[in-house]
């Protein structure tokens, strides 16, 4: 086919591809299972796709569908694999996989007007906003992901705190005129994203307070009442804590309730972070912890990890859904709103810092509905109960041990082969060795954090699919690869695969 047409592709031939294609998704799907969790692409095809020119010639759709399963789908990223254990990162649910391609075949820019993407992210906010026990005078948004959701959450903090100390962040910058330090409150097991939304507003990192955990890595309320009220004596402005709803690290979730009574009581700003763990609060079993959502001034949710929504899909909640729009609206003429198909629409871009925004709230809204509330709640009752699962089948291991408790869905642990030496270093190393070679074996995949300095494996259940042979299979292929890398010396200083780390 010419490229005379420009992008064009005529119907008879898009409609042929848009099929071939949908078979070749659902084939790649019936598939993962007996793939490798991850293959590691080849030097022949990195240095094809490197090498590659972009040349003047047009080359056909049909073609570059062929190239695309060849080159690409069979190098993923693995978290399509019910034996993928890493990070928090889910599998697409297929009918996200169906929305995507409808979306963009729309192709909106959800950011202002009456159109159907704004009226379906009205639609799913507000039963977030319900879910999680927030007003209706709450406001949010749909956003790439719980990163974003923070620095948007916090941005509406600032806002907050410079409006109640009476001065104009959005026009002065962060320059409190009483010259007070503006002060955030985090536990050691805060995500790091917290930091960077921290460093972006201004605030600059030196503003973070890093509060103590609790054996279980919850963040020590106790200890956080104290810092504030040292801080504020020493004539620092304590405006905002960070608790985590599910920390990325164990899952742990910190007290929020009594979070919340000390932030009532001191006049401070609650984010609260639940970016992995805020969906569970639909579950009886965990909803207890995380009823104190409720009560947070902005929260960070992640409908791409637990609920399965395809990659990017965030969303942050503010309970002043004005404060909100005071924190980002600003409307140049060419965006006007007051006529045409602006008239009575949502305008999201008043919202977040984005203008063009895409149409997320499609897949999310498709899911939602797919499960509807008693599938989710069965999605994550069995997570939470393979979590426990996967804590016996560690236990009842000799040179496995557990490093954290299982609140959610992380299971953390450690390898100590028998006779281990106690130098901390040398069972670091022996850990980050099973690490990548259990990654690189590709039966399963997990990957590593430290808590408390000490390196652990961690496996999160997060796949629709993962079933207990699964399961079983991880704590093979970990006690397998264990084995035989502490027989051949991986704890020792001289093996090869152990970098310099900070903690
Ligand atoms: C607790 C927590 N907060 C924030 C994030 C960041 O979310 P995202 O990667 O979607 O930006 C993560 C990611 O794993 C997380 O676990």
Redesign the pocket.
């Known amino acids: 086919m010419s490229g005379d047409l420009g992008p064009a592709l005529p119907e008879d031939q898009f409609r042929r591809l848009a099929h071939e294609t949908a078979d070749i998704v659902a084939d790649y799907l019936a598939g993962i299972r007996q793939d490798p969790v991850v293959r590691v692409m080849p030097d022949t095809v990195r240095r094809r796709l490197k090498e590659q020119e972009l040349g003047d010639d047009s080359v056909s759709a049909a073609q570059l569908v062929q190239e695309i399963r060849e080159f690409v789908l069979p190098y993923p990223m693995g978290n399509g694999h019910p034996r993928f254990f890493g990070?928090?990162n889910s599998a697409p649910a297929p009918v996200g996989i169906l929305a995507e391609m409808l979306v963009a075949a729309q192709n909106p820019s959800a950011d202002v007007g009456d159109i159907a993407a704004l009226h379906v992210e009205t639609a799913v906010l507000e039963w977030f906003k319900d879910l999680m026990g927030f007003p209706s005078a709450a406001a949010g948004i749909l956003i790439?992901?719980?990163?974003?959701?923070?620095l948007t959450g916090l941005a509406a903090a600032r806002q907050w705190v410079a409006e109640s100390d009476g001065w104009d962040v959005r026009r002065d910058g962060v320059r409190p005129p009483d010259g007070r330090r503006l002060l955030v409150y985090v536990s050691e097991e805060t995500?790091s994203?917290v930091r960077k939304a921290v460093e972006l507003l201004g605030l600059g990192s030196s503003a973070l307070r890093t509060v103590e955990v609790d054996d279980g890595y919850r963040m020590d309320p106790d200890a956080l009442a104290r810092r504030i009220e040292r801080d504020a004596e020493l004539g620092e402005r304590p405006f905002c804590v960070v608790a985590?709803a599910?920390?990325?690290n164990s899952g742990a979730i910190d007290p929020l309730a009594r979070i919340a009574d000390i932030c009532d009581r001191h006049g401070l700003w609650l984010h609260i972070?639940g970016?992995?763990?805020a969906i569970a609060r639909t579950h009886p079993r965990v909803a207890p912890e995380l009823r104190g959502i409720a009560r947070a001034d902005s929260l960070?949710i992640?409908p791409?990890?637990w609920l399965s929504v395809p990659v990017?899909c965030?969303c942050a909640l503010v309970r002043d859904g004005e404060l909100l729009r005071r924190t980002f609206a600003y409307v140049p003429p060419y965006l006007h709103t007051e006529e045409g198909v602006g008239i009575g629409g949502p305008d999201f871009a008043q919202y977040g810092f984005q203008q063009t925004r895409g149409f997320r709230a499609l897949k999310l809204w498709a899911v939602l509905r797919h499960m509807g509330l008693r599938g989710l709640r069965e999605m994550i009752g069995r997570h939470l109960a393979l979590a426990r699962e996967l804590a016996a089948l560690i236990d009842d291991a000799p040179d496995l041990h557990m490093a954290a408790p299982v609140t959610l869905s992380v299971v953390a642990f450690r390898y100590v082969p028998a006779g281990a030496t106690d130098d901390p270093e040398a069972l670091n190393r022996l850990n980050r060795a099973i690490e990548a070679e259990v990654q690189n074996d590709g039966r399963v995949f997990l990957t590593t954090t430290r808590l408390r300095g000490r390196l652990v494996l961690r496996a999160c259940v997060l796949h629709y699919d993962t079933r207990s042979e699964d399961l079983v299979e991880l704590v093979h292929v970990v006690r397998e690869v264990g084995a035989a890398l502490a027989a051949k010396g991986a704890s020792d200083p001289s093996w090869p695969s152990m970098e310099a780390e900070g903690t």
């Open positions: 990070w928090i790439s992901g719980g990163t974003m959701a923070t995500h994203s985590t599910g920390t990325v972070d970016a992995y763990g960070s992640d791409h990890k990017e965030g």
